[in-house]
């Protein structure tokens, strides 16, 4: 099984662990961290089964599945947590998600994110394409994605089903020719 360490300049990820557990409860049991996302806030209970699937998904081979606690490159606090998921059919592409504590918000750490997922993706993982879904109205996440490369494909109509309903997603994407590190 091979370790996910990946540094930028104020973020790093690195694989989740059982001590995340607190710390990503912060995240997926917050109401506004999680507004835009399919699925109401989490209980404690709920993070921890998420985090214990997220290192049993680590030990599998191939490995399809990297859930990744969002490091602060100072203090080494863990402030959001980051998904990357490979196409069982499309193994050359994989699908991003992330989410950040809200203290985090407004200070450009969303795109830095990105860029560190399209980093990991194009560079370590050796894919193709790298996309992401987000809300229409999660215009943060539209900023971030736009601003670390990624291009706009369009809507999905009724795409998630989410406490409030079916909701509509907007596709970014990047491919590995096309990116360039920024």
Same mark, same amino acid.
């Given at each position: 099984?091979?370790?996910?360490?990946?540094?930028?300049?104020?973020?790093?990820?690195?694989?989740?662990?059982?001590?995340?557990?607190?710390?990503?409860?912060?995240?997926?049991?917050?109401?506004?961290?999680?507004?835009?996302?399919?699925?109401?806030?989490?209980?404690?209970?709920?993070?921890?089964? @998420?985090?214990?699937?997220? !290192?049993?998904? *680590?030990?599998?081979?191939?490995? +399809?599945?990297?859930? &990744? $606690?969002?490091?602060? =490159?100072?203090?080494?606090?863990?402030?959001?947590?980051?998904?990357?998921?490979?196409?069982?059919?499309?193994?050359?592409?994989?699908?991003?998600?992330?989410?950040?504590?809200?203290?985090?918000?407004?200070?450009?750490?969303?795109?830095?994110?990105?860029?560190?997922?399209?980093?990991?993706?194009?560079?370590? @993982?050796?894919?193709?394409? !790298?996309?992401? *879904?987000?809300?229409?109205?999660? +215009?943060?996440?539209? &900023? $971030?994605?736009?601003? =670390?490369?990624?291009?706009?494909?369009?809507?999905?109509?009724?795409?998630?089903?989410?406490?409030?309903?079916?909701?509509?997603?907007?596709?970014?994407?990047?491919?590995?020719?096309?990116?360039?590190?920024?």
């Amino acid at each position: 099984m091979r370790r996910v360490v990946c540094n930028g300049e104020r973020l790093g990820l690195r694989e989740v662990t059982e001590a995340d557990v607190a710390a990503l409860h912060a995240i997926y049991g917050d109401r506004a961290a999680t507004q835009h996302m399919p699925f109401a806030p989490r209980s404690l209970h709920e993070v921890a089964e @998420l985090v214990d699937q997220a !290192v049993e998904a *680590a030990s599998r081979e191939p490995r +399809l599945l990297y859930v &990744l $606690a969002v490091v602060d =490159a100072q203090r080494r606090h863990v402030i959001g947590v980051a998904r990357l998921r490979i196409e069982t059919d499309h193994p050359h592409s994989a699908e991003i998600g992330f989410g950040l504590h809200p203290d985090q918000w407004g200070r450009g750490i969303g795109t830095d994110l990105v860029r560190l997922l399209l980093s990991f993706g194009f560079k370590q @993982l050796g894919l193709h394409r !790298v996309w992401g *879904a987000r809300s229409p109205a999660n +215009l943060p996440a539209q &900023l $971030a994605m736009l601003t =670390a490369g990624m291009v706009e494909e369009g809507r999905i109509r009724h795409h998630v089903h989410t406490p409030g309903g079916w909701r509509d997603s907007i596709v970014h994407s990047a491919i590995e020719g096309e990116w360039t590190e920024r």
